[in-house]
Structures are given as structure tokens and as C-alpha cells.
T-cell receptor
Framework: NAGVTQTPKFQVLKTGQSMTLQCAQD?????MYWYRQDPGMGLRLIYY???????DKGEVPNGYNVSRLNKREFSLRLESAAPSQTSVYFC?????????????FGPGTRLLVL | AQSVTQLDSQVPVFEEAPVELRCNYS??????LFWYVQYPNQGLQLLLK??????LVKGINGFEAEFNKSQTSFHLRKPSVHISDTAEYFC????????????FGKGTKLSVKP
């Protein structure tokens, strides 16, 4: 049982390049999330997917797109990377009990945009 | 606006000393409260949660937290810390309603010294 997995672990991009961060979970969870973590800022929600086939914007969605490929996989795409998107990105999935839910996190992707 | 405040950004303590990490939230009718721990270069792991019932909640690794509605606080405590407790700790609050509404504090870095 791997839990939540993310690829890649590290990535360096040049400004304007694009990339897709991959996330998969094997816990049969309905809900999945993408966060970014910046020093002194805590975690901020980028997008989430309450169930397969649905996605919603979070606090900081600008510059990102997401795809809920199937129940297991939720990807995050940067179409034209900017230095402000340098961050650590975490994917999470949850047991979907609404406000009472527990979220389970992946190990993160560290992204540097030059 | 709904918010979560972690009052200390860094807490240095000596091994075997007690520790308290403070968390306050905005007043609300119903809240669900979580503490997550992040070890260096890892994802977040659930430490404990308060959903309802007893206001004293016990978690993993000997940590506990007390929900205080009148003080709008959810402080995390451990009577005797170990070197291995060195990590960053995040308080998170879901104010109820729809999903995607988990708000994180900015984190407290606990540094345990020998």
C-alpha cells in the first residue's frame, strides 16, 4: 500500500517551459488535492477534485490547470512556468467525509523555476 | 475572515523537556481541528484530530491536544520530547461546509536539542 505517490521528486525549469506533476493514490479515495508550500506561508490550496470528473479552484489557482484522469490519478500542469511558481507541491487525497475528512499527503515535488 | 494562527514560528527546546505548540482559530459555530507533522524533506502526516466529543485528544508519538472553545484554541503538547520530534508542525482547521475548506496555519518549527 503505497498511499499517495508523486512524480517527479525534483524538477528545474526555465521560465516559460511547461510541465505536468503527477499524483496517484491507491486508497480508493474520492477526493484529491493539490497544494503549494512556501516558506512561512503554510500550505495553500491550488485545486481540488471532490470526485472523479469534477475539479474546483482553491485559493491560488492562477497559472495552473488540473486533470482528474481517473479515480486514482490527479495531475497538475504548469503551462508557462514563472519564477513565482518555485515551490514545493503536495498532492493529497481524503476519505471524503466533508469537513470531518482526513487528508493523506504525498512526499512532495520540489520545483525550481529559473 | 476564517484564519488559523500559530503563535510561534520556531520553538527550541532541550531533549526530555515539555513542549506546547500554540494554535488559535477564528471563532465559528462548528470547527474540525487537525495537527499535522512534517519531518525534513517529507510530506505531512496526521498527528491527531478533533471532530467531536472529549476535548482532550491523544495522537501518535505521545502528543496530545486540547480543544478549548471559549479560547478558540487547540494547543499541542508533549510532556517529554525526543530528538526525533524535530520537525515542523501545522495546525489546520476546517470550518465546515463544503470540501476544499481546510485552512492551514503557517507552521511551527520544533527544534529539539540534546
Amino acid at each position: 500500500n503505497a498511499g499517495v505517490t508523486q512524480t517527479p521528486k525534483f524538477q528545474v525549469l526555465k521560465t516559460g517551459q511547461s510541465m505536468t506533476l503527477q499524483c496517484a493514490q491507491d486508497m480508493n479515495h474520492n477526493s484529491m488535492y493539490w497544494y503549494r508550500q512556501d516558506p512561512g506561508m503554510g500550505l495553500r490550496l491550488i485545486y481540488y477534485s471532490a470526485s472523479e470528473g469534477t475539479t474546483d479552484k482553491g485559493e491560488v489557482p492562477n497559472g495552473y490547470n488540473v486533470s482528474r484522469l481517473n479515480k486514482r490519478e490527479f495531475s497538475l500542469r504548469l503551462e508557462s512556468a514563472a519564477p513565482s511558481q518555485t515551490s514545493v507541491y503536495f498532492c493529497a487525497s481524503s476519505d471524503g467525509q466533508g469537513a470531518r475528512e482526513t487528508q493523506y499527503f504525498g512526499p512532495g515535488t520540489r520545483l525550481l523555476v529559473l | 475572515a476564517q484564519s488559523v494562527t500559530q503563535l510561534d514560528s520556531q520553538v527550541p527546546v532541550f531533549e526530555e523537556a515539555p513542549v506546547e505548540l500554540r494554535c488559535n482559530y477564528s471563532s465559528s459555530v462548528s470547527v474540525y481541528l487537525f495537527w499535522y507533522v512534517q519531518y525534513p524533506n517529507q510530506g505531512l502526516q496526521l498527528l491527531l484530530k478533533y471532530l467531536s466529543g472529549s476535548t482532550l485528544v491523544k495522537g501518535i508519538n505521545g502528543f496530545e491536544a486540547e480543544f478549548n472553545k471559549s479560547q478558540t484554541s487547540f494547543h499541542l503538547r508533549k510532556p517529554s520530547v525526543h530528538i526525533s520530534d524535530t520537525a515542523e508542525y501545522f495546525c489546520a482547521v476546517n470550518y465546515g461546509g463544503s470540501q476544499g475548506n481546510l485552512i492551514f496555519g503557517k507552521g511551527t518549527k520544533l527544534s529539539v536539542k540534546p
